[in-house]
C-alpha cells in the first residue's frame, strides 16, 4: 500500500531530533508521500529547506488563521514571490478560526481573500484550517473559482461537506476519528463518498486515542487508515488505494 499523509508540520521544532528516522520509518510503514504546509513568514524558510531535503515531502505554503499575531502588511507579498520561485503544490493552511474568543474576524478574513486570489492567480488547490467558520468561507469560496482542495479536520455537517463537494474539496481525517467519544465524526466519514477522503495527522497534533500528550507522527497513518476501514467495513487496501488516488488527482501526480 502506498499512503499519504494529507497534513503534517513535520518542519516543526517537536521533529528535529529524529526527523530523518521518522521518513525512514513512515517508508517501511508505506507512508510515501507527505505533504507540509506552511502557517507563517517566520517559518517559511525553514519549511522551504527541509522539503526540499526530502524526495517524500511537497511544499505548501500560507498563512494559518491561528498567527494572526505573526502577520505582518507585506507577507502577503512575499508569499507571491516564494509561491512564483518554489512552486508549492498548494496554497496553505490557510482559512478561518472564529473558535477562540476575541478573535479579529475582519482581520482573517481579509487574509484569508488575499490567499484565495493568490490561489486564483497560481492556479492552484488550497488546504483549508476551517473552525466554527465553515458557513462563512463557502461563502467565500463560491465568489471565488479556486482550483479546489483538501479541508483539514473537516468536522462540519453533511449539508456543509456537499457545499465543499460541489467546489471540488476533499475531507483530511485523522487523529480524532480514533476516540470512542467521536460518533459524530465517526458517522461523517463513514457516510462521506470515500472519493472525497484523505487521510492526515496533523502531526506533531492531533494525538491519536490513548496517546494524549505525546507527540503526533505521520507514522500514525496506518493506525488512521485501519480505524476507517472498521468503520465503514472496508478493506483497508482499498480505503489506501482510493484515497492515495484523491490526493494524487487533485495535485496532478502521476
Not at 46 to 71: K, N, V, W
Not at 124 to 151: N, T, Y
Request: net charge negative.
Amino acid at each position: 500500500m502506498s499512503l499519504i499523509d494529507s497534513h503534517c508540520h513535520l518542519d516543526f521544532a517537536d521533529f528535529d531530533p529524529d526527523r530523518h528516522r521518522v521518513l525512514q520509518r513512515c517508508t517501511e510503514l508505506g507512508v510515501a508521500h507527505i505533504i507540509i504546509p506552511g502557517v507563517s513568514r517566520q517559518s517559511w524558510s525553514r519549511l522551504i529547506t527541509i522539503c526540499d531535503q526530502y524526495e517524500q515531502l511537497s511544499l505548501a505554503l500560507g498563512m494559518h488563521p491561528m498567527f494572526m499575531h505573526e502577520h505582518q502588511a507585506d507577507d502577503i507579498h512575499i508569499l507571491t514571490q516564494l509561491i512564483e520561485q518554489h512552486q508549492p503544490i498548494a496554497v496553505g493552511e490557510i482559512g478561518l478560526d472564529f473558535y477562540f474568543p476575541g478573535h479579529d474576524k475582519a482581520a482573517q478574513t481579509t487574509l484569508f481573500e488575499a490567499q484565495i486570489e493568490l490561489a486564483q492567480q497560481f492556479d492552484l488547490p488550497v488546504i483549508l484550517h476551517v473552525r466554527k467558520a465553515h458557513d462563512e468561507v463557502l461563502k467565500l469560496l463560491r465568489r471565488a473559482s479556486v482550483k479546489g482542495g483538501i479541508v483539514h479536520a473537516f468536522n462540519g455537517s453533511m449539508q456543509q461537506a456537499e457545499f465543499y463537494m460541489q467546489q471540488g474539496f476533499l475531507f483530511g481525517v485523522g487523529g480524532a476519528l480514533t476516540y470512542p467519544r467521536a460518533q459524530k465524526l465517526q458517522a461523517l466519514f463513514t457516510e462521506l463518498p470515500l472519493e472525497s477522503i484523505v487521510l492526515e495527522t496533523d502531526s506533531p497534533d492531533m494525538p491519536l486515542a490513548g496517546h494524549q500528550g505525546e507527540r503526533n507522527s505521520p507514522e500514525s497513518i496506518p493506525t488512521i487508515l485501519e480505524t476507517l476501514a472498521e468503520l465503514r467495513q472496508e478493506t483497508a487496501e482499498h480505503i489506501a488505494t482510493v484515497t492515495t488516488a484523491n490526493c494524487n488527482s487533485l495535485f496532478g501526480w502521476h
